[in-house]
Nanobody
Framework: QLVESGGGSVQAGGSLRLSCSASGYFYWRNCMGWFRQAPGKEREGVVFIDSDGITTYADSVKGRFTISKDNAKSTLYLEMNSLKPEDTAMYYC???????????????????WGQGTQVTVSS
């Protein structure tokens, strides 16, 4: 089970940190990622982290977002800085069916999803 928290409303240039609490050892060993879906748009991958810590970022968030994992707490984080209005979306935590993200970062590769947390950035 994956449970996100930490969303909210901020002004452009602000920061938020999202958390995703993972229960179940199976999920924690796999590739995990954050997706987002803006109104009227398809869900898109934001950032992924392998079981060994290798990360992959979407170009739109490189240099602004940072993904990390706290193994002791089984929690995945997404630190978001320099937020822009176009970052407004529902953000979802997801766990892949495999350990290595590699080429397996399509939405269909992720079998477990959280309920989402809303991020709203105003200009």
């Amino acid at each position: 089970q994956l449970v996100e928290s930490g969303g909210g409303s901020v002004q452009a240039g602000g920061s938020l940190r999202l958390s995703c609490s993972a229960s179940g050892y199976f999920y924690w060993r796999n590739c995990m990622g954050w997706f987002r879906q803006a109104p009227g748009k398809e869900r898109e991958g934001v950032v992924f982290i392998d079981s060994d810590g290798i990360t992959t970022y979407a170009d739109s968030v490189k240099g602004r977002f940072t993904i990390s994992k706290d193994n002791a707490k089984s929690t995945l984080y997404l630190e978001m800085n320099s937020l822009k209005p176009e970052d407004t979306a529902m953000y979802y935590c997801a766990a892949n069916r495999v350990q290595d993200c590699g080429d397996n970062t399509r939405e269909a590769n992720f079998g477990s999803w959280g309920q989402g947390t809303q991020v709203t950035v105003s200009s």
